[in-house]
């Protein structure tokens, strides 16, 4: 479905530059996730620009628990495990099918922020993330990545709101007697 990402030596990526626009998409896999890279792939075809599907992971414990403790088989289960994560999410989003338009997939170590803001490094790039309120709790453990990357990016950052669908699957978990209404 996705070409293969082109490595370099210090197990950063290159993209080939083909003189057109290139569209980042923030992939985890979320429900979230999966509307941005739809709106990234609607975008690149409008633009006839290219998709670069880019999954960001850390080794488990974070940078600083494998400096701590380096591990390097248990560094590649977690590089394989962010790969497969990522292929999944692209087969989950298109059906196991092409989805029409040049995509390239990447899974990058790093934390997401600065990994996504890193990847989107040409001022003609496009990143795109899926976002939307999040609870209290979640934005005070977890800083937003999507205000992260509209701050330090240096390319145009476009936020995807949550689906309809997250939105009252969400809303069920907090009033679980709510009625899911779906609409054909």
Not at 41 to 65: K, S
Not at 118 to 126: K, M
Not at 174 to 179: A, N, S
């Amino acid at each position: 479905m996705a070409d293969e990402p082109t490595a370099l030596p210090n197990g950063s990526w290159a993209p080939e530059d083909d003189g057109r626009g290139r569209i980042v998409v923030g992939v985890s896999g979320s429900l979230g996730s999966l509307a941005a890279l739809h709106r990234a792939v609607a975008e690149a075809r409008r633009l006839d620009a290219e998709v670069l599907a880019v999954h960001c992971w850390t080794p488990v414990g974070g940078e600083f628990g494998y400096r701590r403790s380096p591990c390097p088989p248990l560094l590649s289960a977690c590089r394989d495990a962010a790969a497969t994560r990522l292929r999944e999410a692209l087969d989950q989003a298109f059906g196991g099918t092409r989805a029409g338009v040049r995509l390239r997939s990447v899974a990058v170590r790093g934390e997401t922020g600065q990994a996504l803001v890193r990847c989107a490094d040409r001022p003609d790039d496009l990143l795109v993330l899926g976002a939307g309120p999040r609870g209290l709790l979640a934005r005070a453990l977890h800083p937003s990545i999507t205000a992260y990357c509209v701050r330090h990016a240096t390319c145009p950052v476009l936020a995807v709101p949550k689906p309809p669908l997250q939105r009252e699957l969400e809303a069920m978990e907090r009033h679980p007697r709510t009625r899911l209404t779906v609409t054909v």
